[in-house]
């Protein structure tokens, strides 16, 4: 007899909730793997079985993201965090300077790692306005022969995400997309390079994901370490060394689920109504609830917000908790409220918040 398993409502900014019928699937192939007699954990990485896992995760990804075929996808270590200084090691020549466009505290720490590289500017910044907003396209300040420009796509920690990307013309754009990749379709060939830590809507953590495009990755500077240049994972299909493959099995077959569910579009589609069922809690609520972020800029995987004062942000945050919400408490680097609505968090429960918030509301009004 199946047991019914109870589920949290989670809501957590990542690691984050994962399809519950990957789950399964993982649990019921955890101890024979496809008839192997191990876990996919216990397979050699250069076996037959797990070079199947491995490519069908890239192609997935390919399929899904509609990647061109002048992209390479790469599996990486060291989470999204390390990309912030593999790209200026990697793409910051001498003599040239990189754009970096402040979002949030995740650009602050990318363009921080640049300095140790070389020449970084900021080619525009919302900090003033306490990162509530994205710059608009027209703000973007950068120069033509600058090495590339970075942006952030979705800002975890504030809540706001590019709704259109610039067009840099031939200064590389560069992406951490992190917190929103596969939430909506992409044009992937606007980017150079695109980075993801998978534990938000890709999979477990461990995994990073990096879209390079062929001709950008072929002007990287050499004379860095092996492990940290692109092109070492790039001709060695992500197994130059042993790469994290439960982390990547998982990934493929999130990417599976997320197929099933019909793609890319009807992923976005119902993370619109998702986020909308939380917006609509605050916009309705007469200034009750305060969002963060600028109508214009609103993420739709992270929604921020406070309430009108703190004392009830304590007692809203304690009843949200004991009502089985888990994640809501803002990043502590800013407090307030968060809700991580990312593709694996079931519609129901950002209906079963969004009720939720209503109720308080009328409670303690
Ligand atoms: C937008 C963004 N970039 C980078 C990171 C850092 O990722 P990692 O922990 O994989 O290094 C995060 C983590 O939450 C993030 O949200």
């Given at each position: 007899m199946k047991l019914q398993t109870k589920r949290a409502y989670n809501f957590n900014a990542g690691p984050s909730a994962l399809p519950i019928a990957v789950l399964e699937k993982a649990q019921q192939e955890l101890i024979d793997f496809r008839g192997t007699g191990m876990s996919v954990m216990e397979?050699?990485?250069?076996?037959k079985a797990y070079e199947v896992v491995h490519n069908q995760a890239i192609s997935n990804l390919r399929e899904l993201l509609s990647i061109p075929e002048n992209y390479e996808v790469l599996f990486l270590q060291g989470g999204a965090s390390l990309q912030f200084s593999m790209i200026p090691m990697n793409?910051?020549?001498?003599?040239k300077q990189a754009a970096y466009v402040m979002t949030g505290s995740w650009s602050e720490k990318a363009f921080k790692e640049t300095a140790l590289f070389g020449e970084a500017y900021q080619a525009a910044s919302t900090k003033e306005d306490k990162y509530r907003s994205i710059p608009k396209l027209d703000e973007l300040q950068y120069k033509q022969d600058d090495a590339y420009v970075h942006i952030t796509s979705n800002n975890t920690i504030y809540g706001t995400e590019w709704k259109e990307y610039p067009n840099t013309g031939d200064v590389p754009l560069i992406a951490d997309m992190s917190s929103d990749i596969l939430s909506r379709p992409i044009d992937v060939s606007k980017f150079a390079l695109i980075y993801a830590?998978?534990?938000?809507?890709?999979?477990?953590?461990g995994v990073t994901v990096v879209i390079i495009r062929k001709d950008f990755l072929e002007q990287a500077n050499s004379n860095i370490p092996t492990m940290l240049k692109y092109s070492t994972h790039s001709k060695n299909n992500s197994l130059y060394n042993t790469p994290p493959t439960f982390g990547i099995y998982m990934l493929g077959e999130v990417l599976n689920w997320a197929r099933e569910l019909g793609g890319i579009e009807a992923i976005a589609e119902l993370n619109e109504k998702k986020a909308k069922l939380i917006y609509d809690a605050i916009d309705s609520s007469e200034g009750y609830y305060i969002g963060h972020a600028e109508k214009d800029s609103r993420s739709l995987m992270n929604i921020t917000f406070n309430l009108k004062d703190e004392e009830l942000e304590k007692k809203f945050l304690e009843q949200a908790k004991q009502e089985g919400f888990v994640g809501v408490n803002g990043h502590r680097s800013i407090g307030g409220c968060r809700v991580s609505t990312y593709n694996a968090v079931p519609y129901e429960a950002c209906q079963a918040f969004s009720q939720f918030m209503v109720k308080f509301q009328k409670e303690n009004n």
């Amino acid at each position: 007899m199946k047991l019914q398993t109870k589920r949290a409502y989670n809501f957590n900014a990542g690691p984050s909730a994962l399809p519950i019928a990957v789950l399964e699937k993982a649990q019921q192939e955890l101890i024979d793997f496809r008839g192997t007699g191990m876990s996919v954990m216990e397979l050699s990485h250069r076996s037959k079985a797990y070079e199947v896992v491995h490519n069908q995760a890239i192609s997935n990804l390919r399929e899904l993201l509609s990647i061109p075929e002048n992209y390479e996808v790469l599996f990486l270590q060291g989470g999204a965090s390390l990309q912030f200084s593999m790209i200026p090691m990697n793409f910051l020549q001498p003599g040239k300077q990189a754009a970096y466009v402040m979002t949030g505290s995740w650009s602050e720490k990318a363009f921080k790692e640049t300095a140790l590289f070389g020449e970084a500017y900021q080619a525009a910044s919302t900090k003033e306005d306490k990162y509530r907003s994205i710059p608009k396209l027209d703000e973007l300040q950068y120069k033509q022969d600058d090495a590339y420009v970075h942006i952030t796509s979705n800002n975890t920690i504030y809540g706001t995400e590019w709704k259109e990307y610039p067009n840099t013309g031939d200064v590389p754009l560069i992406a951490d997309m992190s917190s929103d990749i596969l939430s909506r379709p992409i044009d992937v060939s606007k980017f150079a390079l695109i980075y993801a830590g998978a534990q938000k809507n890709l999979g477990p953590s461990g995994v990073t994901v990096v879209i390079i495009r062929k001709d950008f990755l072929e002007q990287a500077n050499s004379n860095i370490p092996t492990m940290l240049k692109y092109s070492t994972h790039s001709k060695n299909n992500s197994l130059y060394n042993t790469p994290p493959t439960f982390g990547i099995y998982m990934l493929g077959e999130v990417l599976n689920w997320a197929r099933e569910l019909g793609g890319i579009e009807a992923i976005a589609e119902l993370n619109e109504k998702k986020a909308k069922l939380i917006y609509d809690a605050i916009d309705s609520s007469e200034g009750y609830y305060i969002g963060h972020a600028e109508k214009d800029s609103r993420s739709l995987m992270n929604i921020t917000f406070n309430l009108k004062d703190e004392e009830l942000e304590k007692k809203f945050l304690e009843q949200a908790k004991q009502e089985g919400f888990v994640g809501v408490n803002g990043h502590r680097s800013i407090g307030g409220c968060r809700v991580s609505t990312y593709n694996a968090v079931p519609y129901e429960a950002c209906q079963a918040f969004s009720q939720f918030m209503v109720k308080f509301q009328k409670e303690n009004n």
